[in-house]
Nanobody, 125 residues
């Protein structure tokens, strides 16, 4: 089992920034990739960003490129999501996820076995 604890969500004005953190514990050696997904009310859970633990390869959802940056600290088993130039449409619950395979070309929720409890991000206009 891998346990994931997220932090860093909150309320921010449009154009502002937030940094989310996700710390993994437990059988972390079984995780090959970490990802962030988000889900707004009434919508599907969508891919935001992902990173491989070993080689650091990163992938981003189309609407996040250039605004969001994912990074990792292997020593701390922690992944970060730096979100800049936030827009009201970025409002959602953000979930951290861990998967046992490296990132696929199009990461999807079913690629990931472990999930955090989610953290709310609200961007006001």
């Amino acid at each position: 089992q891998v346990q994931l604890i997220e932090s860093g969500g909150g309320l921010v004005q449009a154009g502002g920034s937030l940094r989310l953190s996700c710390t993994a514990s437990g059988r972390t050696f079984s995780a090959r990739a970490m990802g962030w997904f988000r889900q707004a009310p009434g919508q599907e859970r969508t891919f935001v960003a992902g990173i491989n633990w070993s080689d650091g390869i990163r992938k981003y959802g189309d609407s996040m490129k250039g605004r969001f940056t994912i990074s990792r600290d292997n020593a701390k088993n922690t992944v970060y999501l730096q979100m800049n130039s936030l827009k009201p449409e970025d409002t959602a619950v953000y979930y951290c996820a861990a998967g046992g395979i490296p990132l696929s070309p199009g990461p999807a929720p079913y690629d990931f076995s472990y999930w955090g409890q989610g953290t709310q991000v609200t961007v006001s206009s």
